[in-house]
């Protein structure tokens, strides 16, 4: 299953990473439109154990693959691979309501 991130909310405190900022992300499935909102980590560990794909499209519809990652002090976030754009994928998706 692929899902597309559609929106994140993020909390306000100071962070080593902007994305570990991101507490829940909000999702869709576009084949079957299943929406769904989900934590930082079950996003990471869906993506990590059981191999799920999931992406952040921009307004000209570019995809970019969002992996996980982690911090030296062994924080576990989630990115977007590198691609053409300057901006921060995830970090410029609206907030989820």
Do not use: F
Request: hydrophobic share 30%; charged share 25%.
């Amino acid at each position: 299953m692929a899902i597309k991130i559609i929106c994140i909310n993020k909390d306000s405190g100071n962070h080593e990473n902007p994305n570990l900022a991101i507490t829940h992300l909000g999702w869709m499935n576009e084949q079957t439109k299943e929406t769904g909102k989900g934590t930082r980590l079950e996003i990471y560990n869906w993506i990590n154990d059981k191999k799920g794909y999931a992406y952040v499209t921009d307004a000209y519809g570019n995809k970019a693959k969002v992996i996980t990652a982690q911090t030296y002090s062994g924080t576990k976030y989630l990115k977007t691979e590198a691609d053409n754009s300057t901006n921060n994928n995830l970090l410029s998706l609206p907030e989820c309501r």
